[in-house]
């Protein structure tokens, strides 16, 4: 078995987009129930990494910047690390992902 990082992002930025109340709780136990499932098939090496709202860029200049960056429109809300054998299994296990279901999408690199 592999190690996989999922990255989830989605327009946190546009107010249009944002879930109301009711749809966050629903979004929220969809969450809870795929962490479960993954778990309980132990494909879930690490649980969901909540981004703390701060960050550095360091550029090719070996500049440093604070961020996060309010420009952007799409961000990372979160992300966890699965066990998978192969991209490919890791692409099924994202599809099941709940940021799909708010327009988001979520990008998968391999672990060392």
């Known amino acids: 078995m592999n190690e996989f990082l999922l ?26 129930n795929w962490f479960g499932s993954l778990a309980a098939q132990d494909k879930l090496a690490r649980p969901l990494q909540k981004w703390d709202g701060q960050g550095k860029l360091v550029n090719s200049n070996k ?7 309010v420009e952007i429109k799409e961000s990372i809300g979160g992300l966890i690390i ?5 991209y490919d299994e890791a692409a099924e296990i994202a599809q099941g992902c709940p940021v799909l279901n708010f327009g988001g999408n979520v990008e998968i690199r391999m672990g060392v």
């Open 63 to 69: 500049g440093i910047t604070d961020g996060p960056f």
């Open 82 to 86: 699965i066990k998978a054998k192969d």
């Open 7 to 32: 990255i989830f992002r989605r327009d946190f930025k546009t107010k249009e987009t944002q879930p109301s109340p009711e749809e966050l709780q629903r979004h929220l136990q969809q969450w809870q």
